[in-house]
């Protein structure tokens, strides 16, 4: 089992950054692509950034391209998401997300939510106009 626990949420500007962590315990040995997926107010969650175990390659959703990047250091078992130029339309709670990568094809499947079974409590990020 992991537990991740997600921290760095906030209001902001729009124009501003925030940098959220994800911090991962229990068995983070075993090789997990992370991703951050968020959802807001009435909608679905989202696929927003992900990152292979080997921090060898990352997705991004369109929207955030150029704004938002994802890294990881799995020395100490924690996953960065750093956004900047922040708009309105980013508000949402963002969630760190972990999948077991021999359990999925990561180049095929990274954005597929259904493969992440490990969740966190979701960190709050507004952005205001």
């Known amino acids: 089992q992991v537990k991740l626990v997600e921290s760095g949420g906030g209001s902001v500007q729009a124009g501003g950054s925030l940098t959220l962590s994800c911090v991962a315990s229990?068995?983070?040995?075993?090789?997990?692509?992370m991703a951050w997926v968020r959802q807001a107010p009435g909608n679905e969650r989202e696929f927003v950034a992900g990152?292979?175990?080997?921090?060898?390659?990352?997705y991004y959703e369109d929207s955030v391209k150029g704004r938002f990047f994802i890294r990881r250091d799995n020395a100490k078992n924690t996953v960065i998401l750093q956004m900047h130029n922040l708009k309105p339309e980013d508000t949402a709670v963002y969630y760190c997300?972990?999948?077991?990568?021999?359990?999925?094809?990561?180049?095929?499947?990274?954005?597929?939510?259904?493969?992440?079974?490990?969740w966190g409590q979701g960190t709050q990020v507004t952005v205001s106009s």
């Open positions: 990152i292979h175990w080997t921090g060898d390659t990352t």
């Open positions: 229990g068995r983070t040995f075993d090789p997990y692509a």
């Open positions: 997300a972990a999948a077991l990568q021999s359990n999925f094809d990561y180049y095929v499947d990274a954005v597929e939510l259904y493969n992440y079974e490990h």
